[in-house]
């Protein structure tokens, strides 16, 4: 079960912090991804972290912005948003996927290689 905090509306240039809890799950590694959805497009992949290594991916359009983090002591997950642009206005979902491999993940990843969702949150950038 992923479960989301934070989101928002910020003003453009301004800053959010997005968290999910992982909870349920005791096998290993995954990979734990960011989407967004703005409406009248499709899903896209923000950023992704593979939890054994801790390497990250980020979408060409986030990078040197937008920062994932974690505490795997609660097994949640942060993914932090900078200098945020209108651009960015979307519903925001974490999503974790236990044989996706992570390395490949970018902008393009098809949602379904995601079985677990969170509910999704909204971002308004104005």
């Known amino acids: 079960q992923l479960v989301e905090s934070g989101g928002g509306a910020v003003q453009s240039g301004g800053s959010l912090r997005f968290s999910c809890a992982a909870s349920?799950?005791?096998?290993?590694?995954?990979?734990m991804g960011w989407f967004r959805q703005a409406p009248g497009k499709e899903r896209e992949g923000v950023a992704a972290?593979?939890?054994?290594?801790?390497?990250?991916y980020y979408a060409d359009s986030v990078k040197d912005r937008f920062a994932i983090s974690r505490d795997d002591t609660t097994r949640t997950f942060y993914l932090q948003m900078n200098n945020m642009k209108p651009d960015d206005t979307a519903m925001y979902y974490c999503?974790?996927?236990?044989?996706?491999?992570?390395?490949?993940?970018?902008?393009?990843?098809?949602?379904?290689?995601?079985?677990?969702w969170g509910q999704g949150t909204q971002v308004t950038v104005s």
């Open positions: 349920g799950y005791t096998g290993g590694a995954y990979c």
């Open positions: 999503a974790a996927s236990m044989d996706y491999p992570c390395r490949y993940f970018n902008a393009n990843v098809a949602p379904e290689h995601f079985l677990y």
């Open positions: 972290t593979y939890t054994s290594s801790g390497e990250l």
